[in-house]
Structure formats: C-alpha cells, structure tokens
C-alpha cells in the first residue's frame, strides 16, 4: 500500500512537470509578446481591473468544473470538493499535452484503484459527452442566428479542414483502425475485451438522470462565464459589437472542439482559428491572437500550473505541503 501511494505520487508528480515544460514551451515560442507588451503599455489604467476579472472568472470556471465532476464521481465512490478539485486540475494537466483532451479522463483515474479506474474514465467521458453537446448547440445557434455571415464562417471551417496538413494522416489511422478493427474481430481475446467495454459502459445507467441534468446546468453555465471571460477581453482589444461578437465566440469554441489538433496547448490552431472567426469584427489580428492567449492561459494554463506553484509555495510549510501532497 505505502509503494503503491509513493508510485502514484511519482505519477503525479511527473503529470506536473510535463505541463509545466509544455506551458512554458508555449509562452516561450509564442511570436507576438511585442505588440502585446506595447498595447498592454498604452492601455495600463484597464489592465488590473481587467486582470482581477480574469481571475476571478478563473475561480469561478474551477469551481463549477470540481462541482460537476463531484457529481460525476458519484456511483464511483463520494469525493470531497479538494479532492474533485485535485482530480480536475490533474485532467487540465495530462489534458493539454493529448489530442482533443483525452488525458483527462486518464489524469482523474490516476488517483483511484485499478478496479475504479475505467469506470472513472467512462464518467469523465460522459462529462465530455454534455460539454461537446452544449458548445455544439451554442455553436449551431449562433449559425443560425447570424444568417448574414454564416455561409463564410462554414466556408472558412471546410477550407481549413480540407487544407489542414492533419487530413492525410487522419485518413491513414482511420483506415488502419478500421483493419485493425476488423482482424482482431475474429480473435476469441477480442470478444472478452467487448464483454469488459459493455460493462463499464453499463455506468452511464447507474448515473441518476437529476445528476445528468445538474451536470447539464453547471457545464451550461460554465459555458457562459468563459465566453462571457472571451468577450470581456476582445472588448478591452477593440471589439464594439457586442451581440455578433458573442455569436462569434460561439462558433469559435465549436470550430476549436470538433477540429482535431495536437491538445489544448496548440496555440497556434487556436490563434489561426481566432483570425478566421473574429476577422469580420472591429478587432484588428494582433488583439485576436492576445485574447485567444491570455483566455488560454487563465482557463488552461494557469490551472496546468497550479499544482507545482502551491507545492513551491508550500514548501517551507510541513503543514500545508501535506494538506497539498496529492497535488
């Protein structure tokens, strides 16, 4: 037992300094901190104010993401609110260096037995399942609702798609998936692998439709404070409408979640993205790029950063850094 919590601490502990290398890879690479610096100089007076709603939007994000995966955890096993919390900045961490976000669900499961583990992935798949569900809905409405423009924001996404250097290779893994998929059908271990799938699937029946409709509401208000985070700050970047700029916001998380990349942590689909979107609207390309950055950086990066700052902060402290050992 005491082997096997040193083991996970190592995991843990090595989750951490893979974030923080790949954060720091990404601020350091990252092109425009110039006319970022210069525009943050002449716009000094809006920036703390600006900087304290961030954090405070931050707070408010974390805390409905560990309530929602509180609930979540529930036919597992009954968590406190430290621990979700732990659990889920442990997502964003193995999260942002995977395609699509798929250490999240392996970064909360490090932290339960091996029993537990596949039913907690399913549960933070399910989790995912609601959120796509809600930025999907958002990102068709807004479509709809923008009628004017709606055709050139579909012809950009097909264009980038269909140009992206990521199309090739996704059709040759698709294909070998596939033939894989079709060899080891006929294998006798296949069908025991199918059996193990269908149990664990059986999850989402022993999920209460109230706790799918709680976790529905806190992903849809969630949903909206870090929209409302994206708006606030291409509005300090010059943005004026407010109303098509919010119907923008929308279809970019939709592009962003259903267009494959390297992780989270791409800033530069996420910036290229950004330019196609938002490029319709009063702000000028540079203030695009540092709105999707600095959104970048208090909803994924910070978060990713968290555990090794409070354990640095902590380290002169025996009785805190137990309090926070599991981060």
Same mark, same amino acid.
């Given at each position: 037992?005491?082997? #096997? ?24 690479? $990252? #092109?425009?901190?110039?006319?970022? =610096? ?19 939007? %931050?707070?408010?994000? =974390? ?36 395609? #699509?976000? +798929? ?5 909360? @499961? ?10 907690? /992935?399913?549960?933070?798949? !399910? ?21 004017? @423009? ?5 012809? &950009? ?15 040759? !893994?698709?294909?070998? !998936?596939?033939?894989?998929?079709? /060899? &080891?059908?006929? %294998? ?23 706790? /799918? ?6 992903? +849809? ?5 870090? @929209? ?7 509005? *300090? ?14 279809? $970019? ?20 993205? #950004?330019? %196609? ?10 203030? /695009?790029?540092?709105?999707? =950055? ?21 380290? *002169? ?9 599991? !981060?």
């Amino acid at each position: 037992m005491r082997r #096997a919590q040193i083991n996970i601490n190592r995991i843990l502990m090595l989750i951490s300094a893979v974030a923080l290398v790949w954060v720091g890879y990404k601020l350091w690479s $990252f #092109a425009e901190w110039g006319a970022f =610096l210069d525009y943050l100089k002449t716009n000094q007076q809006q920036l703390p104010a600006l900087l304290m709603l961030q954090f405070s939007l %931050m707070g408010l994000n =974390l805390a409905l993401e560990t309530r929602k995966w509180q609930i979540l955890a529930r036919p597992v096993r009954f968590i406190s609110f430290r621990e979700a919390f732990v659990q889920v900045l442990k997502g964003i961490q193995l999260g942002m260096v995977t395609p #699509a976000r +798929t250490g999240d669900p392996i970064g909360k @499961s490090v932290f339960y037995p091996s029993g537990e583990k596949s039913k907690i /992935i399913v549960l933070s798949l !399910i989790g995912s399942i609601i959120q796509n569900f809600v930025i999907l809905f958002a990102a068709i409405w807004a479509l709809l609702w923008t009628t004017h @423009s709606a055709g050139d924001y579909l012809t &950009l996404l097909v264009n980038s798609t269909a140009s992206s250097s990521l199309l090739l290779p996704l059709t040759v !893994i698709s294909g070998l !998936i596939l033939a894989l998929w079709l /060899i &080891l059908k006929r %294998m006798r271990y296949f069908t025991v692998f199918l059996s193990l799938v269908k149990t664990r699937l059986d999850m989402i029946k022993q999920t209460k439709k109230s706790a /799918i409709l709680h976790v529905l509401l806190l992903t +849809t208000i969630r949903y909206s404070v870090f @929209s409302f985070q994206f708006l606030i700050l291409l509005h *300090f970047f010059g943005l004026n409408d407010i109303r098509n700029g919010l119907y923008a916001i929308f279809i $970019f998380y939709g592009a962003l979640s259903f267009i494959p990349s390297a992780g989270a942590g791409d800033l530069s689909i996420r910036a290229t993205l #950004a330019i %196609m979107i938002f490029g319709s609207t009063a702000v000028a390309e540079p203030g /695009i790029v540092m709105s999707s =950055l600095v959104l970048w950086f208090f909803n994924l990066a910070l978060p990713a950063l968290m555990p090794s700052v409070i354990l640095a902060a902590t380290s *002169f402290h025996p009785k805190l850094q137990k309090f926070f050992l599991r !981060i």
